[in-house]
């Protein structure tokens, strides 16, 4: 999961919703689906978090070039 790219998890976050709305999955399945879609949810938001970080570290060092 960590190797996809953001976009594609984002598809198969939205897949599973897609899946879960249909009424037309059973308990269990609905469970995992469920699951999955909270790890990939999990792993975006840290994606997100890393991403942030590396670009106020990249606007920082821009700051401190130009001064």
Do not use: A, C, H, P
Request: proline share 0%; glycine share 6%; charged share 40%.
């Amino acid at each position: 999961m960590e190797s996809q790219t953001y976009g594609k998890m984002l598809e198969n976050v939205e897949d599973i919703v897609k899946g879960l709305s249909s009424g037309n999955i059973d308990l269990d399945q609905m469970v995992s689906e469920v699951e999955r879609g909270y790890e990939l949810i999990k792993v975006m938001r840290e994606r997100l978090q890393s991403t942030r970080m590396k670009l106020e570290d990249l606007r920082k060092d821009l700051d401190l070039k130009q001064d």
